[in-house]
């Protein structure tokens, strides 16, 4: 590490396992505010299904990139980036300390590692060849081709997200590489050092409280948000656990409980999933979550200055 340096902190972890309440308390120990990187979190139409700190929580340290977009606005880990390392330039040039926090591993690499501007732009024959097989043959022929073209990112991605699969599998053909190694990008230089933090619990515990995270959601009025943003459903970040789930149950798909079944299990394998991508990068320090004296040990152990 380098002390000249100001110092990132990105906290990592599955959803649920409580990354805000230790973001929360970090921040306040070292005088820090938290860049969300929440692939949903930035929309402010989209509170309650994403896990959004509240009013309560935003006020006891500052947050930055959150509700910060419209759902009707296209906004992907690429603008992410631009404008997380815009606000981190700015930041550092007074203070020492930030925090990254977020579950989405894409946006987490955006800004630990850059992109690679040599990601190819769409081929639109490719793209309606590959629409034209999703509505012949369903999702499940996406799924086997992108298996075999890049069995890493099929471990990662949503694996029902059409949208995501002809993507990657559009890239692959273009290049004639996996995606998930060109989309790792070319690795960057900072300007500031990154210390990664990682959250993780003994899964029992975890699913049960992503179990339990649901029933409040449901009791909190998620399906009223749901409804009140029917109408971009199209939009990739609508197209996740929590909303897509209860879109089916509008179309009379599943009934209410089938649907909030679904999201139970589907929020376990996404939290797998993360914990898949996360575990690949041997820079994490994992913690307990609940053991964030712990935590805060080991950062003042990497020398942070504490303004």
């Known amino acids: 590490m380098d002390h000249k340096k100001p110092n990132l902190i990105v906290l990592i972890g599955p959803t649920a396992v409580g990354k805000t309440s230790t973001a929360i308390k970090i921040a306040q120990a070292i005088n820090a505010p938290i860049l969300s990187a929440d692939s949903r979190q930035f929309y402010k139409e989209l509170s309650i299904g994403t896990a959004k700190p509240t009013l309560k929580e935003q006020a006891a340290a500052k947050h930055h990139f ?76 996406l799924q086997k081709k992108l298996k075999s073209l890049d069995a890493v990112y099929y471990g990662t991605v949503d694996l029902n997200n059409a949208k995501r699969l002809m ?32 959250l993780m619990m003994e899964r029992a515990h975890l699913y049960e409280r992503i179990n339990k995270r649901v029933d409040l959601m449901m009791e909190a009025g ?29 179309d009379g798909k599943y009934t209410l409980s089938e649907a909030v079944e679904k999201i139970k299990v589907n929020s376990r394998r996404y939290a797998k999933r993360q914990l898949s991508w996360f575990k690949k990068d041997g820079e994490i320090s994992w913690f307990e979550p609940n053991n964030w004296e712990q935590i805060l040990d080991y950062l003042h152990q990497t020398n942070l200055k504490s303004r």
């Open 66 to 141: 959150i509700d910060n977009k419209s759902i009707a606005e296209e906004y992907n880990a690429s603008d992410f980036e631009k404008e997380a390392i815009s606000f981190l330039e700015m930041h550092f040039k007074t203070n020492s300390n930030a925090i990254l926090c977020g579950g989405s591993g894409m946006y987490i690499d955006a800004v630990c590692k850059g992109f690679d501007s040599e990601v190819p732009s769409s081929d639109d024959n490719i793209r309606q060849e590959l629409q034209n097989e999703f509505e012949k043959n369903g999702i499940k022929s």
């Open 167 to 198: 993507r990657a599998i559009e890239v692959c053909l273009i290049t004639g590489k996996p995606y998930s190694a060109i989309r790792q990008g070319k690795s960057v230089v900072r300007s500031f050092n990154i210390v990664k933090i990682g």
């Open 222 to 250: 998620l399906l009223e948000e749901v409804k009140s943003v029917e109408r971009y459903r199209e939009n990739n970040a609508l197209k996740t656990v929590g909303y897509r789930e209860l879109f089916l149950y509008l």
